[in-house]
């Protein structure tokens, strides 16, 4: 069983920046995929980005590409998301989540584990 730790979410202006951490405990997350994943009141929550096991392949939502970025740091079982150019629209709740697979996905079933979450807030 992997646990997982999201930080570094808070408020932020619309056009700023933020980064978030997932800091992971269990051997298996580094041989995985990862993700993140968001929930904004009451929506469903929905794919962000994912990273393969070693970080050479990656996957974004529609709505954040080019402006998000995910990465990730086996060494210290870390994964980040680099958000740029924030809008309101993503303000939400951000999971962190570790994969079942080698390679990227986006749906829900293809992770096995998931953080307690972290707000993002943008203000307009």
């Known amino acids: 069983q992997v646990h997982l730790v999201e930080s570094g979410g808070g408020l932020v202006q619309a056009g700023g920046s933020l980064r978030l951490s997932c800091a992971a405990s269990?051997?298996?997350?580094?041989?995985?995929?990862a993700g993140w994943f968001r929930q904004a009141p009451g929506k469903e929550r929905k794919f962000v980005a994912s990273?393969?096991?070693?970080?050479?392949?990656?996957l974004y939502a529609d709505s954040v590409k080019g402006r998000f970025t995910i990465s990730r740091n086996n060494a210290k079982a870390t994964v980040y998301l680099q958000m740029n150019s924030l809008k309101p629209e993503d303000t939400a709740v951000y999971y962190c989540a570790a994969g079942r697979s080698l390679l990227p996905r986006y749906t829900e079933t293809d992770f096995r584990s998931w953080g307690q979450g972290t707000q993002v807030t943008v203000s307009s």
């Open positions: 990273i393969s096991w070693r970080g050479g392949a990656t």
């Open positions: 269990g051997r298996t997350f580094s041989s995985y995929s």
